[in-house]
């Protein structure tokens, strides 16, 4: 079983080989997933794959259906939040139907005797479970709220502590997308973030950051201090993925606005003094009556 983080070292290892199963991530970093389907359908048809996704069902189906318009037999899908679940199941019946097909080779015999080829993805998100446990750790005990943006398929994955902050249970909200978040977003800070946001895609600037208020489910407004960055382009440089966090900033801006308040007050205070003050009234400055002259 070979491993590759780019698709350069994968194609590489296709031009020398042919194996018996591909197991393809779709968030190939800088490369696009859908791309190498249809490089697949061309170079080695009859490569069948297994399909993993962290954005959702919407770009494994439709993955799901290129590859097969295609020619390219899929023998599962796997998000990324039943990836524990289901993927070994989906493994062993790739394994088996792979020991069962026709070899292009006659001296390969029975079985599997060519190597499984997996794709694993360059952003490194399966390097292991101690780097990923550490991060759940990180995350959790921080409190923030994780978001991840497909801007092929406009597809919204969440962790459950962005729904809580809301006042939400992330299950009642599936299958999120961006109208999710779009739907929470107070209208006079949608606009300006996506403002910032266009601006990030656009190159502008190195990270996306908006301090917003979401709808929160008892009715009120919350502050959160949303921020992230492209963490994916195709080939041609064009932004597939976008990474962020959500920050309660609640109590950190209502002392701000309280501070504002406050002095607002004093501001007010100041003013009301300077308009009843009346120097004639003040005998530092006009001196002794004339009425007290010896």
Same mark, same amino acid.
């Given at each position: 079983m070979d491993f590759h983080v780019s698709i350069a070292s994968f194609?590489?290892?296709?031009?020398?080989?042919?194996?018996?199963?591909?197991?393809?991530?779709?968030?190939?970093?800088?490369?696009?997933g859908i791309d190498v389907i249809h490089w697949l359908s061309e170079t080695h048809p009859g490569i069948p794959l297994v399909l993993l996704s962290g954005h959702g069902d919407d770009l494994l189906d439709t993955a799901r259906r290129i590859a097969r318009?295609?020619?390219?037999?899929?023998?599962?899908?796997?998000?990324?939040?039943?990836?524990?679940?289901?993927?070994?199941?989906?493994l062993q019946r790739g394994v088996k139907a792979a020991s069962q097909r026709p070899h292009q080779d006659p001296q390969a015999g029975a079985g599997i005797t060519r190597q499984d080829l997996?794709?694993?993805?360059? $952003?490194?998100?399966?390097?292991?479970?101690?780097?990923?446990?550490?991060?759940?750790?990180?995350?959790?005990? &921080?409190?923030?709220?994780?978001?991840? !943006?497909?801007?092929?398929?406009?597809?919204?994955?969440?962790?459950?502590? !962005?729904?809580?902050?809301?006042?939400?249970?992330?299950?009642?909200?599936?299958?999120?997308?961006?109208?999710?978040?779009?739907?929470?977003?107070?209208?006079?800070?949608?606009?300006?973030?996506?403002?910032?946001?266009?601006?990030?895609?656009?190159?502008? &600037?190195?990270?996306? /950051?908006?301090?917003?208020?979401?709808?929160?489910? $008892?009715? /009120?407004?919350?502050?959160?201090?949303?921020?992230?960055?492209?963490?994916?382009?195709d080939a041609h440089g064009r932004p597939l993925r976008m990474v962020g966090i959500h920050e309660d900033i609640i109590e950190r801006k209502n002392a701000e606005l309280e501070l504002i308040a406050r002095e607002a007050f004093e501001h007010e205070l100041a003013s009301a003094f300077v308009e009843v003050y009346d120097e004639d009234l003040d005998p530092l400055v006009n001196g002794p009556s004339s009425g007290s002259a010896a």
């Amino acid at each position: 079983m070979d491993f590759h983080v780019s698709i350069a070292s994968f194609k590489a290892a296709l031009a020398s080989d042919s194996p018996e199963l591909v197991l393809l991530d779709l968030g190939l970093g800088r490369e696009n997933g859908i791309d190498v389907i249809h490089w697949l359908s061309e170079t080695h048809p009859g490569i069948p794959l297994v399909l993993l996704s962290g954005h959702g069902d919407d770009l494994l189906d439709t993955a799901r259906r290129i590859a097969r318009s295609t020619g390219i037999e899929v023998l599962g899908a796997v998000s990324k939040s039943r990836m524990v679940k289901d993927l070994p199941a989906i493994l062993q019946r790739g394994v088996k139907a792979a020991s069962q097909r026709p070899h292009q080779d006659p001296q390969a015999g029975a079985g599997i005797t060519r190597q499984d080829l997996i794709v694993a993805p360059a $952003d490194g998100r399966l390097k292991g479970a101690e780097e990923r446990r550490r991060l759940a750790d990180i995350i959790a005990g &921080t409190q923030i709220g994780t978001w991840e !943006w497909d801007l092929v398929t406009n597809a919204l994955t969440l962790n459950p502590r !962005w729904a809580e902050m809301i006042g939400r249970r992330l299950e009642d909200l599936e299958p999120t997308t961006i109208e999710t978040w779009q739907m929470f977003c107070h209208p006079e800070d949608l606009a300006r973030s996506e403002s910032e946001v266009a601006r990030h895609l656009g190159g502008e &600037t190195d990270q996306y /950051r908006c301090v917003l208020r979401m709808l929160h489910d $008892d009715g /009120r407004w919350i502050w959160v201090q949303d921020q992230g960055r492209v963490s994916a382009r195709d080939a041609h440089g064009r932004p597939l993925r976008m990474v962020g966090i959500h920050e309660d900033i609640i109590e950190r801006k209502n002392a701000e606005l309280e501070l504002i308040a406050r002095e607002a007050f004093e501001h007010e205070l100041a003013s009301a003094f300077v308009e009843v003050y009346d120097e004639d009234l003040d005998p530092l400055v006009n001196g002794p009556s004339s009425g007290s002259a010896a």
